[in-house]
T-cell receptor
């Protein structure tokens, strides 16, 4: 059974600092997704990572995937308050045959001024 | 392009009642997945429908059921509601592509009293 673990669960950062969120998963998969959720809102798709070594960047966020290590990272550069949210990674369990995402526990990011 | 829509947005029911939630996917998307989000269990996969057929099912009791119509709209039903069914129910649709990115609706907040 596929398990997805994220750490840390909670991250309090100061504006301008850098930090990384880690996402580990337990079985082979080459499809990993990052989502953002604001309080009381739905999930917003951030990144789709489809192969080993994939790296994607959008603004102050950069995501990467190492399928051999079963690890994805979400790096935050020079954090700003607007990045405060909960971030989830999710792995496609069946590898594309059906759409079944297994989500990590989420990382609550609080960026302090 | 309109996003995924879900109705109703909020719902209050009492134990023992049943409830039906509706989801309209993005135009052209034929896959619809449902997830339950609770503070204790996080985001959990309920089921996925594609072309009116259930392709995958999560580990939920038979009280949770769903269906998909020929226009790809989907409904999920929960019978004999329990307090623990209180959650945010999210619907997601996926385009017909090889990487199954899922786009989430705003969710239905169900409260069981």
């Amino acid at each position: 059974e596929l398990k997805v673990e994220q750490n840390p669960l909670f991250l309090s950062m100061q504006e301008g600092k850098n930090y990384t969120i880690y996402c580990n998963y337990s079985t082979t998969s080459d499809r990993l997704y990052w989502y953002r959720q604001d309080p009381g809102k739905s999930l917003e798709s951030l990144f789709v990572l489809l192969s080993n070594g994939a790296v994607k960047q959008e603004g102050r966020l950069m995501a990467s995937l190492d399928t051999k290590a079963r690890l994805s990272t979400l790096h935050i550069t020079a954090a700003v308050h607007d990045l405060s949210a909960t971030y989830f990674c999710a792995v496609d369990e069946v590898g594309g045959a059906t759409n079944k995402l297994i989500f990590g526990t989420g990382t609550l990011l609080a960026v302090q001024p | 392009k309109a996003g995924v829509t879900q109705t109703p947005r909020y719902l209050i029911k009492t134990r023992g009642q049943q409830v039906t939630l509706s989801c309209s996917p993005i135009s052209g998307h034929r896959s619809v997945s449902w997830y339950q989000q609770t503070p204790g269990q996080g985001l959990q996969f309920l089921f996925e429908y594609f072309s009116e057929t259930q392709r995958n099912k999560g580990n939920f009791p038979g009280r949770f059921s769903g269906r998909q119509f020929s226009n790809s709209r989907s409904e999920m039903n929960v019978s004999t509601l329990e307090l623990g069914d209180s959650a945010l129910y999210l619907c997601a649709s996926s385009p017909p592509s090889s990487y199954n990115e899922q786009f989430f609706g705003p969710g239905t907040r169900l409260t069981v009293l």
